[in-house]
């Protein structure tokens, strides 16, 4: 019996049709295995991973491997992506013990729900010293039968050693101008400075940490850190991980030079990735840099936007090979020399080629090039590559698409409505803001539960318009109220400064730790062998510096005190870990930046339809300083009262005119009708 064809996850549907016995992770199955006296063999994935779609197809859809996977396991498939709680945890155990991990992982559990062994992808024969699936199932089964007290032994000592790594920042300070000084440095030490980014392969674009080098030139004027953000960026946009014809980023490069991308597009990359090309554009003006933001931008909509509004989670890996029919990796997005030449005839086929690096020894694999644009190709004729890109585009829409996963996820969905909203005023797309909108509206609609009865909740997931079972986690909270806040600065609609608050509210009420440390999961949340708790990035913000960079912003907004020293709580991670790793604390580190600028605070106050109001919240918008908070509405005398926007509390017009006021560290700057003048109080500060 298969007990996923009911659920809503698109990666357990894929499993719905396995002869694997599979259960969704629920107190039922870990019932069945103490009435049968069997262990749990617990396999997570998701369903852009392409390993995870081999060992499937290897082991899973193999029925003498399922015949014995049933006779002697209960079986669990998990999306890591609908319980990155449980992924999470049983993820630190595996990297614990083997320094470590990846997707599939596979965890055998004892019936209390305790690992015992662990691994990632095993093949179906013994292959460069991992050992066969079966035989990993045969020895595990070894083990349970004739030494169920080492069993035991081993999975205490390994759920004790988890409980000892328990996170101990609460004590630390707030970090300062030295430790993200000496966090820069350490940047400096492992940034690869002939091709962008940090460390070798595989290589991983380093968004969060592209906002701390711009946040950190910002307030220092550093222009090394602006280089290496700008020529980060630039290696990538150039290189195979971006998608040169559609727009959008790869999940990571396969080698150092950014050639060869794991070809799924995940939504957090590109909503985090768009808004650092926004940023960046913002800071120089790169041209480069505007298109990447837009048509990142334009991609996520025009293939990763759902019927209701929300975005989908990831674009697939593999596809059909149009001209094997085989399914494999990269299929939709490499091309042949001759393949050029079938689509645009001799002449265009022989420049597209040189232009985007397709070479007839190919850059992939079997001859095949992902395309690029090599800093050495031809100098061409904008509007010629502008009439290949298309016609290439074209052509390549008629291959079989990859599949997508349509879940949405409320953090990824978050981090896209704040991009999207920046880019639209950046950029002056108003479509941009209303997509935004639309996947704000979404969530608010299917995503939050506050039904009389039982306490309000943020849901992880939805498809189909439909909300999935699973709680949100912090990441949710954090990475949807950081949305919210950006989709209030840019609409001047006071409801989504609301919405903020009252999702970091649940978040100071249900996350947070005496010591002002922060929870992964709710305090009522499902409890597990241990409640998670990661500061550090993984591909997208940490929960805990997600939810404290959106603190320190509506903190900004309403004045709260309680707040400002939730942020300066959680920040003590940043002093303790910043200095030593900053690759992968990022987002702490840009949050410490805006938090040591003030962050500034800045209220434009105007009618409508008056265009010098227009002029300055546009300049309030695209002012570098690090974190500052932008309010816009109707002038409100003092004997108005508050509205929607506290900053806009009491602030008037000058003259007459449309007026901006900024204040940081409880100083405020003299009101301006000047875009100009507004600017330059929202530029840098020099020492």
């Known amino acids: 019996m298969n007990r996923l064809a009911g659920v809503t996850s698109p990666y357990l549907l894929q499993h719905a049709d396995n002869p694997v016995d599979w259960w969704p992770w629920e107190p039922e199955a870990f019932e069945e295995a103490r009435r049968r006296n069997v262990p749990v063999l617990l396999s997570v994935g998701y369903s852009a991973c392409h390993w995870c779609h081999v060992m499937a197809h290897e082991s899973f859809e193999d029925e003498p491997t399922a015949a014995y996977m049933n006779e002697h396991f209960v079986n669990i498939k998990v999306d890591r992506e609908e319980r990155p ?5 049983y993820m630190e155990a595996v990297q614990a013990a083997t320094g470590q991990g990846g997707w599939p992982m596979t965890v055998f559990l004892t019936t209390d729900a305790e690992p015992f062994y662990f691994g990632t992808y095993f093949p179906p024969e013994p292959r460069h010293g991992m050992p066969s699936f079966m035989q990993v199932l045969e020895g595990v089964r070894a083990a349970w039968v004739g030494r169920p007290e080492e069993v035991a032994e081993v999975a205490q000592k390994i759920v004790r050693d988890l409980a000892g790594r328990q996170l101990d920042y609460g004590k630390a300070g707030t970090p300062g101008a030295e430790e993200l000084a000496q966090a820069l440095l350490g940047l400096t030490r492992e940034y690869d400075a002939v091709r962008g980014g940090f460390g070798g392969a595989p290589k991983f674009p380093p968004s969060m940490v592209l906002e701390f080098l711009l946040r950190h030139h910002a307030r220092t004027g550093s222009e090394g850190a602006l280089q290496m953000a700008a ?13 040169q014809l ?3 980023f790869a999940r990571y490069s396969v080698d150092r030079d950014w050639v060869v991308p794991h070809f799924e597009k995940m939504l957090y990359d590109n909503a985090l990735l768009c808004r650092v090309y926004a940023h960046l554009w913002r800071a120089t003006g790169s041209e480069l840099a505007r298109r990447v933001a837009l048509e990142t931008a334009d991609f996520m909509v025009r293939e990763l936007r759902t019927a209701q509004g929300g975005f989908a989670s990831a674009l697939d890996a593999d596809s059909e090979d149009p001209l094997t029919g085989e399914h494999v990796e990269g299929a939709y997005y490499a091309w042949t020399p001759a393949r050029l030449r079938e689509v645009l005839g001799e002449d265009d086929g022989a420049l597209a080629a040189g232009y985007f690096g ?3 020894e190919g850059t992939f694999e079997h001859g095949t ?20 890109r298309a016609r290439l585009l074209a052509a390549r829409a008629e291959r079989p698409a990859p599949g997508r996963d349509d879940k949405v996820v409320a953090a990824w969905n978050g981090l896209a409505i704040a991009a999207l909203a920046e880019c639209g005023a950046y950029f002056e797309r108003p479509d941009l803001v209303e997509r935004a909108t639309e996947a704000a509206d979404l969530l608010v609609r299917v995503h939050f539960d506050a039904a009389a009865g039982r306490a309000p909740r ?12 699973n709680a949100g986690v912090l990441e949710d909270y954090g990475d949807v109220a950081e949305g919210f806040l950006a989709l209030a600065a840019v609409t001047g609609e006071g409801v989504w400064l609301e919405f903020a608050g009252f999702l970091l509210d649940l978040v100071l009420d249900r996350f947070t730790a005496e010591d002002g440390s922060l929870y992964d999961t709710a305090h009522d949340a499902e409890k597990l062998i241990r409640r998670p708790q990661d500061p550090t990035d993984t591909a997208a913000p940490s929960g805990w510096t997600a939810a404290a960079g959106a603190l320190l912003s509506y903190a900004a907004h309403t004045g709260s005190q309680a707040h400002r020293t939730a942020v300066e709580q959680a920040l003590g991670v940043v002093q303790a870990l910043g200095p030593r790793v900053p690759r992968f604390i990022g987002h702490g580190l840009s949050v410490a930046e805006a938090l040591l600028d003030g962050p500034r605070e800045v209220a ?6 008056d265009p010098a109001r227009a002029a300055l919240h546009r300049a309030a918008l695209l002012g570098t300083a690090p974190g500052a908070v932008v309010a816009v509405g109707l002038p409100q005398p003092a004997e108005g009262g508050e509205g929607e926007f506290p900053l806009l509390a009491e602030r008037t017009l000058v003259r007459d005119l449309p007026a901006a006021y900024v204040c940081r560290h409880f100083v405020c700057a003299r009101p301006t009708t000047d875009p100009v003048e507004l600017a330059e109080q929202l530029g840098a500060v020099r020492p």
């Open 85 to 89: 709680d449980v992924d999470a945890v």
């Open 231 to 243: 020529d980060t960026c630039e290696a990538m946009a150039r290189g195979g991980i971006y998608d």
């Open 246 to 248: 559609g727009g959008g």
């Open 358 to 360: 397709v070479t007839e």
């Open 369 to 388: 090039s992902v395309l690029q644009l090599p800093q050495d190709g031809p100098a061409v004729d904008a509007e010629r590559i502008a009439g290949i």
């Open 458 to 469: 943020l849901s992880r997931t939805s498809k189909d318009g439909h909300v999935g079972a």
């Open 604 to 609: 434009v106050v105007g009618h409508p339809e």
